[in-house]
Every structure is written in structure tokens, then in C-alpha cells.
């Protein structure tokens, strides 16, 4: 087992959920939880829909994702949560999801990432399997680093997703 995977399996996980796709993070990279609501949509700035201002005072940028990873412009209806998660370079990442769910390590099987979707440009370092269904595993940082790189090659990097939506690895 690679120490990435030994790092995964021994963390407690938060789910977070864009559409019908989910990811998993370590727990530790999520900070907090704020209401879509919060967000000033007149603070936009490149890709992001706008800011909010956290609960020590600072303001970040918000983003969205959808079910493929693409961003968007606007939340879609279901997603009403801002997970605020650690980016990995002591900075947060705020991201609109739909649902947010605290998983012990033990409930998640682990596979490695099918070679159609091994990429540079995905956040995903790996597959688990939660409750009979598919969800990716990766971090704040890299969920970080995929935003500020604009997801151009989103469709590409995660060419699996159709796969993963409907639960099935393949």
C-alpha cells in the first residue's frame, strides 16, 4: 500500500456532493460549513461566483462545480452548502456543494484510478467504494489547485464520470 493510500485509510472523511457525483476528503481539510446564502455574488471575480466572509473575518473566493467537475456561473439549485476546505497552502477554498457527510475511514473501500482517468489536470488521487456506489478520493489542496487552473480539461480529466455516476466501476 502506497503512503497516499495508508494516508487515506487512516483518515475520517467528510462526502461531499456535486449533482449525482461524489467526492470524499480527508475530514481534517474541511474548516467549515456556510450557507450558499452568505455569498456576495457581487464580489465575483474570475471563476469564482463571489465571496464570504469567514468566521474569523476574512473573506474567500467561492466556487461551484457540477456533476462533471466543470465551473460554473451559478450554483445549480440542489447545491445550498459551502464546504470551506484547507487548500493546502494555508489558504482556504470555499466550494458550493449539495451535501456534506461525515464518513469513518472504515466504511470506504479503496481502488486506484482506471487509466482513462489518470491525468495531470484531475484532483482525483483515487476511486473508493461507499455504500455499494463509486465516490473519487482527493484533498483540499488538490480540489485547490484543479480550480485555480480554470478546469479547461475538465471533460477530459474525468472522462470516467458518466461511469461513476451510475455507480459502476469499470
Do not use: K
Amino acid at each position: 500500500m502506497t503512503a497516499l493510500a495508508q494516508q487515506f485509510q487512516a483518515a475520517q472523511y467528510a462526502a461531499l456532493s456535486f449533482g449525482r457525483f461524489r467526492v470524499v476528503v480527508p475530514l481534517q481539510d474541511l474548516h467549515s460549513l456556510e450557507p450558499v446564502l452568505d455569498v456576495d455574488t457581487q464580489q465575483r471575480n474570475g471563476h469564482s461566483i463571489g465571496s464570504i466572509e469567514l468566521r474569523d473575518g476574512c473573506s474567500a473566493r467561492v466556487y461551484c462545480l457540477d456533476e462533471l467537475f466543470s465551473l460554473c456561473d451559478a450554483p445549480p439549485s440542489d447545491q445550498r452548502i459551502c464546504a470551506v476546505l484547507d487548500d493546502g497552502a494555508e489558504g482556504e477554498l470555499c466550494l458550493v456543494c449539495g451535501t456534506v457527510e461525515a464518513l469513518p475511514g472504515e466504511v470506504l473501500t479503496d481502488f486506484p484510478m482506471p487509466a482513462c482517468m489518470t491525468s495531470a489536470a484531475t484532483p482525483l488521487a483515487g476511486l473508493a467504494l461507499l455504500a455499494g456506489r463509486v465516490v473519487g478520493r482527493t484533498s483540499g489542496g488538490a480540489l485547490a489547485q484543479f480550480v485555480a487552473a480554470g478546469s479547461a480539461a475538465a471533460a477530459e480529466a474525468i472522462c470516467g464520470a458518466e461511469q461513476l455516476l451510475d455507480g459502476t466501476l469499470v
